[in-house]
């Protein structure tokens, strides 16, 4: 497996040299002759009847092109899974920050006042705030009940579990925030209209084809009248899946109103206000345990807030579900997941996707159960980890080669976890710094869940320029996990040339194929397979037509594609996705293979419990995954580094404050993320186990890192002080509540 | 940026004369501007209320001087200027360590002190240890200078001494707390790039294990940066060598310390938190001191 020329090397990102040089051109350093400037009108309230729109003077209206829904040419919805979600307000809000009204004019600077002075009148409605105040229905703000989606998954017998003499119970309620992307680029967006070509958008965006369909449905236009192309996208993490389509369609509408090219970026207060944020979550966790601690049964309840519309939660809250259980063989699971609707801006896609909060749950209470029987976490573990040949929550027989006992143990000794467990416990009494160290074990099913892969129908190409140069054709997206890199690392390996000499095709719905949207950890797996098969289709070409013999040089391949080309017209070759054989999926069920392949993951924390600040440090991180074949393992440490820091975050620092549905800290300085001074030393190792349906054996790796910091980090917490703190984001404020419910000052006065 | 520059006036004046001439001529009118690591944010927002502005960021506030038992410090030193002075390091060195722990390098770069004070946030990070080194203000105008305790400098919440037509000349820095026992930490929201939650500084004299000398500032525990004067007042001449009476003497200062700060709660923190970590940090300082006294 190690005898590839360019697959598993860590050669420079394609896109590398024009970042670091400053030369690469973002959206907002982009303009088009005679562009105008679009900004937003907004929700002040959160729910409620719009009663009239008043426009102040002291503004030169007639300068600006207003929008409204009435303006709409097509339908007045974001093209989603249930096209709930309107692009523009009309008649009803559902949350504060929903877009109410457009306004372009050519000075940007003249657009924050005009904003201001647009004002809006309403009659309020009642509003929900919480998955609580949601489930319990007084106000019943989306569809019968509230609920979003709902799922049950079942396997085995779960009540007769529970109902066997001799068993163990353990209960537990575990929760998280809601957390933001932060990329470091906002949303923005420019749209042009012309009668000819229809609407062109360039935007910052995860997934072209996403935003084409909604524009398409936004402006009634066809297909080849809408064109997306992706620019440079300065970070995204799930956060540029669905929001650049409204952003986009409402660029789109304002030129299309004024005829001329329209910007919209956000500033941080609007980004982090007005789009998407990660799920908040309830789970509720019954576990039936035998006495010598086998796992008999899990029933568990999940719940996520999913905002006023249901946007992705229903495919956020299958992941969510189908990670519940965990890395565990269990005899009898039962899973009833709910996704209920409240008045806040719709949570949607952010990098794990309903597994963190899961695995949040499962991973935290397995420490629990664990000391209920009375075994370490790691023996207890030990007895219960998904063996080859077992069956995952939702029946899916594990095919893969996994040692998760044996990978257990190697992270345990990479972060010396014995030795270190026994010493804290030895001088933790005496010391106002109380030591901690816990872990997770955990997985991430790589690419769409169950059948998606095969609704998604993904197609890639590979072809040839007629200067030689080999160009990869998909919509997957760079930005910064590093899409460009491996898919030319994998094409250069197959055609056989050098890495050099192979580019990506521009990002453009006019020029390539739909590879499907760039999220679910699926390009590496599933496009990268997809790009090399349509790779070794060109070089059969070129071989097959007697241009190329069977051994030669990068230039010699040049020339073949060349005179390919000066004799044919173009070389290029595609290749469409096939389901790997006997997968086996029942949507209504939740039974089979919910994914093609799972990676695995050990990760390691070790904490400080300072009882002076209540403040807590991560000291130390070892994070150790199985992610198949490792294609480039400067960028895969880069991803696990990076998403070991975003779980610090959603751990210990992330909090969005709520006022009614907005955002009140909308502000870096006051959404806190860790900083460098936050962040441990992230000691990164893989496990490399081919899988023989992803590209040179690679599997997902993008979310994975996300889902296990947060348990790993309340476990090693929970270590130190003796406390379970089964909330997160766990700040000092919270720790300090619990740990000083007796006033410290007066049992010290009676010690005296 | 939510606000428009073409609604902005600045005036850049180039010498001290100029600028405290102008303030004088039309007090009130024209809000100073140093670094503008304040007021930029607020612009950047849209929340900046004020229109006219004078950049008061002129060479004769830039200075730091040492001379004979003071260090004087210009209203316009920048922190990253504190930071790497050698004679603040050795006399004042909490001084250097708050300049280092506030905002980002950026900010420390542009951020002045007379800035810092002036724009008298509870949460300000130098105050405490200007309190702690009993710092005196020189105040300057066109009609002359005064100088005035530190002490005496915040008068409520956002409101100081300064006249409308006065700015801080100098930060005057006593160099007698060498041998002065200290304690300095900030609480924020994270290590770095973080406003504080609470800070504090404190100095104090111990002789014969008895405190003879104590000043002790503490931020974000009231409406203004605050000087622990009732705390101070009930540690002074008690006893920290002996641990029984050192518990008790925790106590009585805890109480003391409750009875002059009021936090609140705020996006950053609550009233609880503060509370009772303001009364860690008293107890830790004292415990630092006792064991230093021994």
Redesign the interface.
Known sequence: MQSERVVGQPVFRKEGLAKVLGAARYIDDLSMPGMIYGATVRSAIPRGRVLGIEFSPGIPWDEFTIVTAKDIPGKNYIAMINNDWPCLVDGVVNHPQEPILLLAHPDR??L??AVAAVHVRYEEMSSVHSIEESERGRTIIWGEDNVLKSYLLEKGDVDAAFAQPDIIIVVGEYTTGAQEHLYIENNGAIAMYDEHAGVTLWGSLQCPFYAHKSLMAVTGLPEDKVRVIQVETGGAFGGKEDYPSMIGAHAALLAMKSGRPVKIVY?R?EDMAATTKRHPSRTRHRTAVTKDGKLLAADIELCLDGGAYSTLSSTVLSRATIHSGGAYFWPNIRVRSKAYATNTPPHGAFRGFGAPQALFATERHMDRVAKAVGLTPEEFRRRNLLLTGETTSTGQVIRQQIDLQGWMERALDCANYREKKARFDRENPDG?RKKGIGFAVFLHGSGFTGSGERYLNSLVGVDATAEGRIRVLVSSTEFGQGTNTILCQIAAETLGVDYDVVEMAPPDTGIVPNSGPTVASRTAMVVGRLVQSAALGLKQTLIASGLLGERYLTEEFQAAAKAHIGKHGGLCSMSRYQAPPDVYWDDQTYRGEAYAAYAWAVYVAEVTVE?????VAVDDFVALQEVGRVLNPVLATGQVEGGVAQGIGYAL?EKV?WDRGLM??N?M??Y?I?????LPKIRVYFEEVPFEHGAYGAKGIGELPMDGPAPAILNAIAHATGEDFNAIPLL??DI??RL?AGA??AQ??A?? | ??????ECELLTPGSLEAVLCLLHDEPGLWTPIAGGTEIM?LY???KLTERKFVSIAVPELREITEDGGWISVGGGCSFTQIRRHVGIQKHFPMLAQCASWLGGIANQNRGTIGGNLANASPAADSPPALFAYGAELELISARGKRRIPYEEFHLGYKKTALALDELIGTVLLPKRFDDSLRYVRK?G???????S?ICMAATATVKHGHVEEIRIGMGSVAPTPLRLAATERALMGTELTDA?IL??V??EA??ALASETAPIDD????A??RT??A???L??MLRTFAGAAR
Do not use: F
Request: aromatic content about 6%.
């Open positions: 600077h003249l924050p006042q500033d207060a106002v009882v002076t600040t209540y403040s620092y404050s009140k800290n502000q300085t006051n806190i860790p900083t460098s001074q936050d000092p404020e300090a509540e000083a410290p000052a010290e006065m010690t005296v | 940026m939510r606000s428009c520059s073409a944010v950047g927002a849209g609480v929201t994270r290590n770095a790039q973080a406003i939650k029984a518990n008790v925790i106590w805890r109480r996006i950053r923190s609550t609880a938190y009772l970590v009364g860690n940090l107890e830790e």
